[in-house]
């Protein structure tokens, strides 16, 4: 009999990837599930960046490409962090992988061993606590609720770490709350990390051009942090590329040498055509993409106003990405026809056999009181989502 590894059985599925698939399967039968399940915009790639990507092909860039990236993809992620972030980093202190997931594995793996401890604030993307699992490093959860709006402050920070902390992991815009940390409480970030120069930050900015008041905050602007700090990012959100499959990093050299290290024994470089399309996409002003995030604010406002009119519903106001993260304790313990909503789980299990909408639970992201719902539908699709959401809700009892 094969037996799995420990490492593995100790991995938990990714909740999001699992609905989506029940979800499927439920369509497969034919019934009208509406799934608000994924992080996926549900626009088309840019029709520049596909034409950059043909013109690859007419090229014949199509044999393995270096480990940490094509030389000219690197120098215009060089380009974009300066003009977007403020942020210095040369091409030797970018890797690109595929995917901003395979960016941080590969920062985990670099850096964390067995019996290291990881800071992850909670609500937190639900690959986070089992990457550091995998490292066999130990998740060391801080919850921040809804009403501190998801976020921890520096003496939050400060209160977790131990002579075994060596990293912190969070993200902003964050999935799946919204939340966008301001540049005031990233500096109370910074002033704690400042302290401990051992401790490497993994600062997760992928959703940072879907954001609803304004200019972007970096963590890695402040150069008391600079040398500790890795910027992830990647092109899946804003520019609507989850099927090219590539994320980047900008580090301190070492750690950037650690991942190309890793990364060369995993997978080598990534996709040469999604390689020469991202440039593209670097290249062009972010203004471009202003009016798929207005749509995305329109969504958000819907799914707001919508949650707000459901009695027992807590919903605070993502101001980044596409999702919101409804606190839904007040149903824990009611019932309809004979199914009993225990926790957030048994929320999800009952909208989807109820409501036949496709959500994820809370717990998958560290806080069992909520329910991740991502706005990247139609208003159409999300008016008639909230609509079923509501009267299922109501028969609880």
Not at 72 to 94: A, H, M, P, V
Not at 355 to 369: E, H, I
Not at 387 to 397: E, F, H, S, T, V
Request: hydrophobic letters at 40%.
């Amino acid at each position: 009999m094969i037996k799995l590894s420990d490492r593995l059985m100790a991995m938990e599925e990714s909740a999001t990837i699992a609905m989506s698939r029940k979800s499927r399967e439920l369509k497969a039968e034919g019934k009208d599930i509406i799934s608000l399940s994924l992080g996926e915009p549900d626009f088309f790639t840019p029709q520049f960046i596909k034409d950059a990507a043909v013109e690859a092909m007419d090229n014949n860039f199509t044999l393995y490409t270096p480990v940490p990236g094509y030389d000219d993809l690197r120098e215009s992620i060089s380009l974009k962090f300066k003009r977007d972030n403020g942020l210095d980093y040369t091409k030797d202190q970018i890797v690109v992988s595929t995917g901003a997931k395979q960016s941080i594995a590969n920062v985990v793996l670099s850096i964390v061993g067995p019996g290291d401890e990881v800071i992850v604030p909670a609500p937190y993307w639900v690959s986070y606590v089992e990457i550091v699992k995998v490292a066999e490093g130990t998740p060391v959860v801080i919850t921040a609720g809804i009403d501190n709006d998801f976020k921890i402050t520096g003496k939050e920070l400060e209160a977790a770490i131990t002579p075994k902390t060596k990293m912190l992991i969070f993200s902003t815009p964050c999935n799946p709350t919204g939340s966008v940390y301001t540049k005031e409480e990233l500096y109370d970030l910074a002033c704690v990390l400042k302290k401990y120069p051992h401790i490497v930050v993994i600062s997760d900015e992928i959703y940072e051009h879907i954001n609803f008041i304004g200019k972007h905050e970096s963590l890695a602007q402040f150069p008391e942090v600079y040398n500790q700090v890795v910027t992830i990012n990647g092109v899946s959100k804003a520019w609507a590329m989850t099927g090219w499959r590539l994320g980047y990093i900008g580090a301190p050299k070492v750690i950037a040498d650690a991942c190309n290290k890793v990364q060369g024994q995993f997978t080598s470089g990534t996709c040469s055509i999604t390689q020469k399309a991202t440039i593209a996409a670097m290249k062009a002003d972010p203004i471009v993409l202003k009016d798929m995030i207005t749509a995305f604010n329109n969504r958000r406002k819907l799914v707001l106003a919508a949650l707000n009119d459901m009695p027992g519903v807590k919903a605070n106001v993502p101001v980044g990405a596409f999702y919101v993260f409804p606190e839904i304790a007040s149903f824990f313990g009611k019932s309809y026809n004979g199914f009993t909503v225990h926790n957030a789980d048994d929320m999800c299990l009952y909208l989807l056999s109820e409501a036949l909408v496709a959500l994820v639970t809370g717990d998958a992201f560290g806080d069992p009181n909520c329910i991740r719902i991502s706005y990247a539908a139609s208003e159409e699709t999300l008016t008639k989502a909230m609509d079923r959401i509501k009267q299922a809700l109501a028969k609880l009892a």
